[in-house]
């Protein structure tokens, strides 16, 4: 008997499947409207989380612009520091995402999840985006804060949505770095030890305090090769506009993305086992 030909199974009753880059928009649409909902029920976790950066621009921030030790040119040490304090405050977020995979392959979730038609792809890119809504959410606190503070901070709208699209890209891929770091490790306290012992080297390899210019030359170097270090230099440019390389930083940070679901897809499977 020949096999029923793929055209016709609409008249059985069956609705097409549709490919798999048709349902990834809408998978990490879902997935990012689940994270606003858990925002939304519980907006202390805004406030808490917003002590560490306002500790930041209130002490370091105010106490260095008095120094005047870091030299940013004609920019005040402030207004240099807070866009680096915006990126810093997305990266604490993203880099502890890992855990709420673990805690979902614990909970059978994610088990559930990858038996469905949604590709891997869409589950982390969901995830990865989900973490940057909450990045935009903390940004706004510290945006807040700045202008309170007296940075003088863009009110161009085109530059903030380039900076909602610069905070999205930088937490998705720290986040992605998380979930690969999930896939390996399996546990949450091996993540957590891994997550605490890489945050501060990319903040501090970073140009988040000081410009790369003050740096040595190793750490230029490792600077150089830090996504953390193209996020803040984007943000800067469309913050307080300072010169950027705004291509470079989003053509970086898009490849970083790219780099991150994949890696983090590829070791979806084995976190499930």
């Known amino acids: 008997m020949s096999a029923v030909p793929d055209a016709p199974r609409a008249a059985w009753g069956e609705a097409p499947v549709p490919p798999s880059w048709r349902r990834l928009p809408d998978r ?15 907006r202390t976790e805004l406030i808490t989380r917003a002590v560490q950066p306002a500790l930041w621009l209130l002490v370091f921030g105010e106490t260095f612009t008095r120094l005047r030790a870091i030299p940013t040119g004609p920019v005040p040490y402030l207004d240099y520091l807070a866009p680096g304090i915006l990126a810093q405050s997305a990266l ?24 469905t038609p949604t590709p891997r792809a869409a589950l ?71 997550g605490q012992a890489i945050t501060m080297p990319l903040f501090f390899g970073s140009n988040a305090l000081y410009p790369i210019e003050l740096m040595p030359h190793w750490l230029q170097t490792v600077s150089r090769f830090n996504p953390l270090s193209y996020e803040v230099d984007a943000l800067r440019g469309l913050l307080i506009g300072t010169h950027a390389h705004l291509l470079l930083d989003f053509g970086v940070l898009t ?9 983090a897809s590829a070791l979806l499977g084995r976190l499930a086992r």
């Open 28 to 42: 990490v649409f879902a997935l990012c409207l689940v994270e606003l909902e858990k925002l939304r029920r519980d």
């Open 92 to 115: 604490f977020i993203a880099i502890f995402y890992g855990i709420q995979i673990i805690w979902e392959r614990d909970a059978g979730v994610l088990t559930k999840l990858l038996v």
């Open 124 to 194: 982390v890119t969901g995830k990865a985006f989900a973490a940057g809504v909450r990045a935009l959410a903390q940004a706004v606190v510290v945006l807040v804060l700045s202008a309170l503070l007296g940075v003088a901070l863009t009110a161009n709208p085109l530059h903030l949505l380039g900076v909602a699209a610069v905070l999205m890209l930088g937490a998705a891929f720290f986040s992605c770095l998380s979930m690969t770091i999930a896939g390996l490790v399996l546990t949450r306290d091996r993540l957590l030890g891994i």
């Open 255 to 263: 490849g970083s993305v790219v780099i991150g679901v994949t890696a």
